[in-house]
Each structure stands twice: as C-alpha cells, then as structure tokens.
C-alpha cells in the first residue's frame, strides 16, 4: 500500500508522523504500527535491501517466522553489499533460532560475520554468541 | 521520490494513494504493510 506525501499537499503528515526532514519512507504494519523509518537518500540497492528488511521485521514481530527468514534471506543473498546485509544476516538467525531453539545458529552466525563483515556493528553484537575456545 | 524512481527503473508500476487513513484501513484488510513517502522534491 504505497503512499505518497508531498510537504505542499500533506504538511499535516509531516506532524502527525514526526517526518522531520526529506526523503523519510516510514513503513507500517498492517495493524498501522510503524516498524521501519528511513531518513535521507539512499542508493537504489540500499534503499531496497532497506525495505525488504523492513518486510522482515514486520513478519519477525508478528512471529511469521518463516516469512520472516525469507525476507532477510533476500536481503543477504540480492543485496548482500548494500548496508542492511549485516543486519539482515543477524536477524535471519534470530528468527530462525525464534523458530526451532536450536541456538547453534547463533554462534554460527557470528562466525559469519566476523568472516564476512567484520567491520559490521552486528558482528560486534553477536560476539556473545562465539564459541568459547 | 526515490520510490517511483526505482519502480519505473524496474518497469514496474506504482499506484500511489494520496489517503493515509484509506490505505491503513485497506492494509488491515488485507494484511499488507503501508510504505509512507515524504517528500519535498519539485514536482
């Protein structure tokens, strides 16, 4: 459900949705909460991995585990050196590990990105979750 | 806005709705999610 909002036509929306600069692309759930908020321009594939990460919080939050999985997995496997990556990779874990309790994936997944993005500040948070030794 | 930029460069196209309210109700119906694009750009 795209909508647009142009500062001439809905400054009102501005306001009510706390839009304090441009570009803003806030995505909603279906119940109207908001799960996502992307302020200032981004490239086109970071802006796509963005909202398809967004997808993925929204199934994430409404425990649609598996939907869920496969948005992130798309944002790792399509956008996999756009910004979201990191992130997406870390969250297909918890969902995955919200799925089936099987934390195993956890410390696999910080393996990976330390491998892959080192640099990445969800590398950083899942640094609990290496393996001892 | 960025959104209709990459749409057309995906030759996809975008129905835009102008009613917030309009699409938070259709979206509830229908389960989707709303995607809300500020912009301030000349038209």
């Known amino acids: 459900m795209p909508v647009e909002a142009h500062i001439k036509e809905h400054p009102a929306w501005f306001h009510r949705f706390e839009a304090v600069w441009t570009p803003t692309v806030l995505l909603f759930d279906s119940d109207g909460k908001e799960r996502s908020r992307l302020e200032g321009y981004l490239t086109n594939t970071d802006f796509m991995a963005a909202l398809t990460s967004g997808l993925g919080r929204i199934a994430f939050v409404h425990k649609k585990y598996a939907d869920a999985e496969r948005w992130y997995d798309d944002v790792v496997t399509r956008f996999g050196q756009s910004h979201s990556a990191p992130g997406a990779m870390y969250w297909r874990a918890v969902t995955r590990y919200s799925a089936t309790h099987d934390h195993t994936v956890l410390s696999k997944v910080a393996e990976e990105l330390r491998t892959t993005y080192p640099s990445s500040v969800w590398a950083s948070k899942a640094i609990p979750w290496l393996s001892k030794g | ?43």
């Open chain 2, 1 to 43: 806005m960025q959104s209709t930029i990459i749409a057309q460069e995906m030759n996809m196209a975008v129905n835009w709705s102008k009613d917030v309210d309009q699409a938070f109700a259709a979206a509830k119906e229908r389960d989707r999610a709303v995607l809300l694009d500020f912009s301030a750009a000349p038209a």
